[in-house]
């Protein structure tokens, strides 16, 4: 029997027909598979999301790990209480200014800067979830590994996704052992092929024994610091164990009578994703008669503004003043909001706090390698989380089994804003990188979890997620329906459209709005459930990734 569904019967790659005691939707069916034998077990949401993180370390490794970090959301049922638990990495304490500038003093090209320790900051993604773990957690921390072990030792099957990427256009193999394990005999592996990783297997079983501080401290933290510093990196073992995990407020806004929260800074995501709904909302009111393409040229144009903003004032609030209040204020908002016109674009838009052009990095030319999946479970709580490790493969370094983030790279590399200023988002000892990931949970009139929903997808996953939310909470379009739609994004630059969808249709018509256009690839790889008004789960996974949702029925699940 194949391993790709071995909870078969519990897994749809579209949304769910009947009632669950609780839901699973991740961008593998392995990872789902371990989230519903927690959940099967008797486990919670964060005990899920722990066994489904292991095991996306290693079936889905171009994408997120236990090297990486992420930003999680957790609705509680008891006491109706949404928190944000920040695992994003930090920069080493001995790095400057100039970390990404050369002897010149010019940025460094972003394809030069990845490769090496150069990149890699401390990863958080462990010591966050063992912060979510100590106060929802269910199931012992031992547990939640055994998936992710057992895989590792026995091997589990290549899917074409992970071949595919293994042949980009980059140098992959340059690092052992990423090269030995990827590229076996010089030549990528192919998908179907059964790979084992027992140096993974080894690590998880360390960290299931002994927590978080076998990763932080002793011989992995070492084995993490020696590979950095020895390919150009300033990571030390300080800094490893210093390293915090921080419980942060959501921020929040009322959208279409429900309360749409996200992650706070240092993620760009949840605000930005709060300003194009909102100004997309008042934008609707305004013009209640428009047509379905006229509604999109609206909501880019909320999207440009609301990146406009982005751009120019967000970054780590806790080493710079963001004025997150007034950015998120009735009365910013609607002033933002009448600049939006029927008629015609905006084109570039401006910053709203003062007439100075943005100073936004420049867009990479390869989306960030990012996971999301959602949860929930019998009891009602609900977990929303996107992991990453930054650019496919991260930094292409490889300890015990599992690669390293270049999350360093998230920073703007020039530390000036275009007026000479320092940027918001300029690295700094121990600071956070801005970061976009944007995962979501959108609380009822009735106080219950209504949608837990996020993607991957760099900078667009801001576009992907706020898209969806919009179709499905103002449009009340299924969750099906949204997530297989195709994209539309506006980065406050090019308007791009999904390739061969409707959104590519509509590009005459966005031309004679003044919209320069790019018809391409959008990959997100959006995971969402969606609970109705009778608590009927539905669950989606994006056709356009490997993903499926899984369920656990009520007569099997053991209270």
């Not at 806004?253 to 749409?260: D, F, Q």
């Not at 990095?361 to 992991?387: P, Q, R, Y």
């Not at 791009?496 to 997100?524: C, F, W, Y």
């Amino acid at each position: 029997m194949t391993q790709l569904p071995r909870i078969a019967l519990a897994l749809f790659l579209c949304i769910q027909a009947m009632p669950a005691q609780s839901m699973v939707s991740a961008a593998h069916p392995l990872a789902t598979d371990a989230g519903v034998e927690m959940l099967t077990a008797g486990g919670s949401a964060i005990d899920a999301a722990i066994a489904i993180q292991a095991v996306l370390t290693l079936v889905e490794p171009q994408s997120s790990g236990i090297g990486g970090g992420a930003f999680l959301l957790h609705y509680g049922s008891q006491d109706d209480r949404l928190q944000a638990f920040d695992g994003r990495e930090t920069a080493p304490k001995a790095v400057q200014s100039s970390h990404f500038l050369d002897a010149s003093g010019q940025p460094l090209p972003f394809l030069d800067a990845v490769p090496g320790g150069r990149s890699v900051g401390v990863p958080g993604l462990l010591r966050m979830l063992e912060t979510a773990h100590a106060e929802h957690g269910v199931l012992p921390w031992h547990r939640l590994f055994e998936p992710a072990i057992r895989l590792a030792e026995n091997g589990f099957t290549v899917t074409p996704r992970l071949a595919e990427m293994l042949r980009l256009d980059l140098p992959l193999n340059a690092f052992e052992p990423m090269a030995s394990y990827f590229f076996p005999d010089g030549e990528p592996i192919n998908a179907g092929i059964q790979l084992k990783n027992p140096a993974l297997a080894a690590t998880l079983k360390q960290i299931a024994t002994e927590g978080a501080n076998a990763f932080y401290e002793g011989p992995i933290a070492q084995a993490i610091v020696e590979t950095v510093q020895k390919h150009g990196g300033l990571l030390t073992l300080d800094d490893m164990a210093e390293y915090q995990a921080v419980e942060r407020a959501p921020v929040c806004l009322v959208i279409a009578r429900n309360n749409v929260c996200s992650m706070p800074l240092p993620s760009s995501g949840g605000m930005t994703v709060l300003q194009i709904l909102a100004l997309f909302e008042q934008a609707k009111a305004a013009f209640p008669e428009a047509t379905a393409t006229l509604q999109t040229h609206l909501f880019l144009e909320a999207s440009r503004l609301a990146f406009a903003d982005r751009n120019e004032y967000l970054g780590d609030a806790d080493f710079v003043d963001v004025p997150v209040e007034t950015l998120l204020s009735d009365d910013y908002l609607e002033q933002r909001a009448a600049l939006i016109s029927a008629d015609q674009s905006l084109g570039i838009a401006l910053p709203g706090l003062n007439s100075g052009q943005s100073a936004a990095s420049a867009s990479k030319l390869i989306n960030h390698s990012t996971s999301h999946f959602s949860v929930m479970d019998s009891s009602g709580n609900a977990v929303s989380m996107t992991s990453s490790i930054e650019m496919p493969f991260g930094s292409r370094l490889m300890v015990g089994g599992f690669l390293l983030n270049n999350q360093l790279t998230d920073f703007r590399f020039d530390p000036a804003a275009a007026d000479g200023r320092p940027h918001p988002n300029r690295i700094q000892p121990g600071k956070r990188p801005l970061s976009s990931m944007s995962p979501v949970i959108a609380v009822d009139s009735n106080g219950q979890p209504a949608l837990i929903i996020g993607s991957p997808g760099g900078t667009r996953i801001i576009g992907y997620v706020a898209q969806r939310v919009a179709a499905i909470l103002m449009q009340e379009q299924p969750l099906k329906t949204a997530v297989d739609a195709g994209s539309f994004i506006n980065r406050n630059g090019k308007t791009e459209l999904e390739e061969g969808t409707q959104a590519a249709e509509m590009a005459d018509a966005l031309k004679s709005l003044g919209h320069e256009i790019a018809v391409q690839p959008l990959t997100s790889g959006l995971h969402g459930i969606m609970r109705l008004s009778d608590g009927a789960l539905r669950g989606a996974a994006d056709p356009r990734r490997e993903g499926v949702v899984g369920q656990t029925p009520a007569q099997s699940h053991q209270e």
